[in-house]
């Protein structure tokens, strides 16, 4: 097993960015396949690059499934590409996944291509899939800040007006490119829809918005799974979601 953080230099957002990598490329690996399949593994608001490797087993859990994970860093931008500040939502959707397959033995296959984060992480992954279903086999949300109206409305003590200002511009405007219940309806209309997990804890203080877009996705033809038990908003719930995750991808075959 690998383990590379660095830095390089994006020419979608401008400037040098942090990046961990973790490939399971060892004699010992179980489960591994070549080109190995990828897990983009996306951090919440107050976090980085690294969060993942510091604060849960995500490490072990890649050579267990023999899945190479890729965790950029994008600071408090809700992975848009933001009215004031850097294109993030092209960097981690296009740019990425082109640099790390250049730079790494990762697949370029749809069938081995998952995107999963949490809060923040967890709303820009499920953007991410379901803006560009041809692209993932599967995408989970953990307690995601899913409903992004919500989050503009009652979370102003979490992220400050400016920071909504820089990300949606001074109207506060939320368009459909960024509201995931109505991406979610026209990525269900298309042969390759991803197959979608949601976890979140029943104590965590994103529950209702969390069970909201879950009535909402159960409406849709979407192979879709929800799974909650006790747990706030905390890595004690997030380290056994992404376990439930790489389960969920690669316990079965997810070929379209």
């Not at 980085?48 to 023999?66: H, K, P, Q, T």
């Not at 909504?164 to 309806?185: C, K, Y």
């Not at 159960?218 to 038990?229: C, E, G, N, R, T």
């Not at 004690?236 to 969920?248: C, E, G, N, V």
Request: a negative charge; charged letters at 20%.
């Amino acid at each position: 097993m690998a383990t590379f953080q660095g830095v390089f230099r994006s020419a979608a957002l401008g400037m040098d960015t942090h990046l961990s990598v973790v490939l399971p490329h060892d004699f010992e690996a179980p489960n591994l396949r070549e080109p190995c399949p990828v897990l983009y593994l996306l951090h919440g608001l107050s976090q980085g690059s690294d969060a993942w490797l510091r604060r849960s087993n995500v490490e072990r859990y890649c050579r267990e499934y023999g899945v190479a994970l890729v965790m950029p860093e994008v600071q408090r931008s809700f992975y848009a590409d933001m009215r004031f500040g850097q294109n993030y939502f092209t960097y981690v959707t296009t740019e990425l996944p082109d640099l790390c397959r250049q730079m790494f033995h990762i697949s370029a296959e749809r069938q081995d291509t998952f995107v999963a984060g949490l809060s923040m992480g967890g709303y820009a992954a499920l953007k991410c899939a379901f803006a560009y279903p041809e692209r993932y086999a599967g995408v989970a949300s953990f307690s995601g800040a899913v409903d992004i109206h919500s989050v503009v409305r009652d979370y102003a003590n979490h992220v400050t007006t400016k920071e909504f200002i820089a990300v949606l511009g001074t109207d506060l405007s939320i368009g459909a490119q960024d509201d995931v219940f109505r991406m979610a309806e026209e990525a269900s209309r298309s042969p390759a829809c991803p197959r979608v997990l949601m976890t979140c804890g029943e104590q965590d203080y994103l529950w209702n918005m969390n069970t909201k877009l879950r009535d909402h996705l159960q409406k849709l033809p979407i192979d879709f799974s929800f799974h909650s038990w006790d747990g706030v908003h905390d890595w004690d719930f997030w380290d056994p979601s992404i376990r439930l995750a790489l389960d969920f991808f690669l316990g079965q075959d997810l070929s379209v």
